[in-house]
């Protein structure tokens, strides 16, 4: 082998003003004969001493392209961190008709990378940013240029669907940037700014897993692939329990109703975006049932009844007293000052959620009052008395009850024409007998109103409350349930 070497370099040496390219007949005679170890060593040093030309180098690319289905270049530069100088950025951004006109077409692109914060927490967070593309390498890192627009904290790696609802409201956010471009002033000058999305770039294990799926044998011997939310779940690490988390035992289904993405009056968003999705997909939303579905909410919101956790009803014969909105006989408001807010106290009771925020502003000045029956300070002289303004609650419990008509109230009032007091029987004993046991329930239920309320604010007072957490009991009253 060293021989062949030596005699091909000094044929090559011998003739310097041969021509650069190669020719057929520049290969040595013996060529045919040689080992495919002896041409390697035989081409290596025809490159060593000639080189390609630029012609020669495109034909090696496209052969090279069809026979291991490789693409070609997509740009002759050295240096492809500028995407700039690449051709299909020049087409995407504007004009020089446009640009002239003081249109601007801002291109962003999107990235998605998984993280999991060491000793913080056991789930991972996946952060989605935008970055403004077409900026020098050294401004495109900075953190003005770019924007953390939403995020997945989850235990385990986001799955195809959860990606595609995240998508497709981002893209939805961004339909108004481009159907309304900014404006900006500049110099006496208005330039029209139009916000596009021009490309994507995922980092996750989920697109990896579909890539490279593993298969495997079954005792018949079928192929089977492998469900990559299946090869993510055999990894998922355990954590203790959390509110958030359904109880044990529980199977949670895919919704198939708008009425399946509520749970205890509320609705949930994620629920109801996937079934969205899942429709739009299969080609069966219909617009026209979803609003159907969303009148049909508020309805039930509004004509929903009040439910006390320690409710209490005393039997006096036969008479039972009932809790309802329907029985409301008088429209009653807060007119308080601040902190308390404005507010309908039927309206506010028919959509009544866990955790309400619009009692006062801020919500934890409720802390600073009680109910005290004599009116004066008591033991805590920081505390405030309620204002007399505020006690319409007591009034408003006793119209839910059903014992809010003036009729009940007032001991004065001539009964003679009084509708509601002629509808209580046939007679006038029937109806004395009936309205005095309204009476008695009325001034029974209102001790209990009273002690309602003076126990609500004196629970609440054991509360901590955060912007982000809302109301959360302190750990001295841990055993007590959440508001």
Not at 43 to 62: P, V
Not at 222 to 246: A, F, G, H, T, Y
Not at 252 to 257: A, K
Request: charged residues 30%; positive net charge; proline residues 4%.
């Amino acid at each position: 082998m060293t021989n062949i070497t030596q005699i091909e370099i000094s044929a090559f040496e011998s003739d310097s003003d041969a021509d650069p390219h190669l020719e057929h007949n520049d290969l040595p005679e013996n060529y045919r004969n040689m080992t495919m170890y002896q041409r390697t060593i035989v081409y290596a040093i025809i490159l060593q001493r000639f080189g390609f030309s630029n012609e020669e180098i495109a034909t090696i690319e496209d052969m090279m392209a069809i026979v291991f289905g490789a693409h070609p270049p997509i740009s002759e530069l050295k240096d492809r961190s500028d995407i700039g100088s690449f051709p299909g950025y020049r087409k995407a951004i504007e004009r020089i008709d446009e640009f002239r006109k003081g249109h601007i077409k801002l291109l962003l692109s999107v990235s998605l990378d998984g993280f999991r914060p060491r000793r913080i927490s056991k789930r991972e967070i996946w952060p989605l940013y935008l970055r403004v593309e077409g900026l020098p390498q050294s401004e495109a890192n900075k953190y003005h240029n770019f924007l953390l627009a939403e995020a997945i904290y989850s235990r385990i790696k986001p799955a195809d669907k959860m990606m595609e609802i995240l998508f497709t409201r981002f893209e939805s956010e961004l339909a108004s940037l481009r159907d309304a471009p900014l404006e900006v002033q500049l110099n006496r000058n208005t330039w029209n700014v139009e916000v596009r999305l021009y490309k994507g770039v995922a980092d996750m294990a989920v697109p990896k897993g579909e890539a490279a799926l593993a298969h495997d044998s079954d005792k018949s011997g079928d192929r089977r692939k492998i469900n990559v939310k299946e090869m993510i779940l055999r990894k998922r690490v355990r954590k203790k329990r959390s509110d958030e988390d359904p109880p044990r035992g529980t199977v949670q289904c895919d919704p198939s109703t708008y009425c399946d993405c509520v749970a205890r009056g509320i609705l949930n968003m994620g629920k109801a975006a996937a079934l969205i999705c899942k429709k739009r997909q299969e080609g069966t939303f219909n617009s026209a049932v979803y609003e159907g579905e969303i009148n049909r909410a508020t309805h039930l919101r509004l004509a929903r009844t009040v439910e006390f956790t320690e409710k209490r009803q005393i039997d006096y014969g036969t008479a039972t007293t009932n809790v309802d909105l329907n029985n409301c006989a008088n429209i009653r408001r807060i007119k308080a000052n601040p902190p308390f807010k404005q507010c309908k106290l039927k309206s506010l009771a028919a959509k009544w959620q866990p955790r309400k925020k619009d009692i006062t502003d801020s919500p934890q000045a409720i802390q600073m009052y009680s109910m005290r029956m004599n009116r004066r300070s008591g033991r805590d002289e920081k505390l405030s008395n309620l204002p007399e303004h505020v006690e319409a609650l007591l009034g408003f419990g006793e119209d839910v009850l059903g014992f809010g008509r003036k009729e009940i109230a007032d001991e004065t009032m001539d009964l003679t024409d009084s509708a509601f007091y002629n509808g209580l029987g046939s007679t006038e004993a029937e109806r004395r007998q009936a309205f005095e046991k309204l009476r008695t329930q009325r001034s029974s239920w209102s001790g209990y109103l009273f002690a309602a309320l003076q126990k609500a604010l004196r629970g609440i007072r054991s509360y901590t409350f955060d912007v982000d957490l809302g109301w959360t009991p302190a750990k001295v009253s841990s055993f007590m349930h959440r508001l």
